[in-house]
C-alpha cells in the first residue's frame, strides 16, 4: 500500500511540472515580462533578452522581443520541418520587434497526447505571447512563414505558385493582394493570392485564423522549396522580401 501511494505521489509530482499550462496563465506570465524583462516567467529560460521553453513546458517555445522595430511578428511555426523557415523569420526580425519559433517536432505530442504543431496547437508559448503582446501595442502585423514543395500540390496553380499568400480567410484582405503583388514586382516570382489565384494553402485552419487578436493582421505565407533556397542564399533578393512585407 506504501509502495502504491507513494507511486502515486510520484506521478502527481512529474505531471504537475511537466503539465502543459493554460494559455491565460501562459499569457498573463508574459503579460508581466512585457513590462519588466528582468523578471523570467515560469516555464522559460532568460538568455540574451530572449526566452526559451524550460522542461516544465512540455510543448517548447522560443520568444524573441526588442523595445526597437516595427510592430509586427516574425514566425516560424515549423521550423524542423519546413526547411529555412527559421532562418527566414529570424532575417525578418531585424525589422519586427518580435520573433517566434517552435523548439519541438511538430509531430511531438503533449502529456494528453495531442500533437505540437503551432500552426494548430492552441496552447503554445506562441499564441501566449501574441495575446499579450496585442495588449501591450496599438496595432500589429503577424508573418507566420511556412514552406511547402510544388510538386505534392494538388492543383495546376499550387504547382506552379512560388509563393501562396493569405490572411487565414476565404476573402483576401487588400494588404495580403498588396504584399502578393509586391512579391510579383519586386522578385520577379510567381506569387499567388489564396482566395483569388489559388485555392490551396490558405492557412484557414490554421489556430491565428481564429485567435489572432483584433488589433492584429495575420499573413499565413507558404514559401516553395525553391524560393526558400533562393531566398537563403540571395542578400538582395532577401531584402526585397522583407521590404514587401514591411513596407
Avoid at 62 to 78: F, L, R
Avoid at 98 to 118: A, M, Q
Avoid at 123 to 129: D, G, L, Q, T
Avoid at 181 to 192: G, P, R, S, V
Wanted: proline fraction near 3%; aromatic fraction near 10%; charge should be positive.
Amino acid at each position: 500500500m506504501k509502495t502504491k501511494i507513494m507511486m502515486i505521489i510520484v506521478w502527481l509530482f512529474v505531471s504537475t511540472c511537466y503539465a502543459t499550462p493554460s494559455l491565460n496563465e501562459l499569457t498573463l506570465s508574459l503579460k508581466l515580462w512585457l513590462v519588466d524583462q528582468q523578471q523570467t516567467p515560469r516555464h522559460f529560460n532568460a538568455n540574451q533578452g530572449a526566452l526559451f521553453a524550460n522542461e516544465s513546458l512540455n510543448s517548447g517555445g522560443e520568444i524573441h522581443y526588442k523595445q526597437q522595430g516595427e510592430k509586427c511578428i516574425a514566425y516560424a511555426p515549423h521550423r524542423f520541418h519546413d526547411k529555412h523557415t527559421h532562418t527566414i523569420a529570424k532575417a525578418l526580425y531585424a525589422h519586427c520587434q518580435v520573433f517566434l519559433s517552435n523548439t519541438k517536432h511538430r509531430n511531438d505530442r503533449d502529456e494528453h497526447g495531442e500533437l505540437i504543431d503551432f500552426g494548430k496547437y492552441k496552447p503554445s508559448a506562441s499564441n501566449a505571447f501574441i495575446l499579450a503582446y496585442s495588449e501591450h501595442v496599438e496595432s500589429f502585423s503577424i508573418y507566420q512563414i511556412h514552406g511547402y514543395a510544388k510538386e505534392k500540390r494538388k492543383t495546376p496553380e499550387g504547382k506552379k505558385a512560388d509563393a501562396i499568400i493569405s490572411n487565414g480567410h476565404a476573402i483576401p484582405s487588400k494588404r495580403t493582394i498588396a504584399i502578393t503583388a509586391c512579391l510579383n514586382e519586386q522578385l520577379d516570382i510567381t506569387a499567388m493570392v489564396y482566395g483569388l489565384d489559388v485555392k490551396e494553402l490558405g492557412g484557414t485552419t490554421n489556430i491565428l485564423a481564429s485567435l489572432a487578436p483584433n488589433n492584429s493582421q495575420f499573413f499565413h505565407i507558404e514559401l516553395s522549396r525553391q524560393l526558400r533556397e533562393r531566398l537563403v542564399s540571395n542578400n538582395q533578393l532577401f531584402k526585397l522580401f522583407n521590404q514587401c512585407l514591411i513596407s
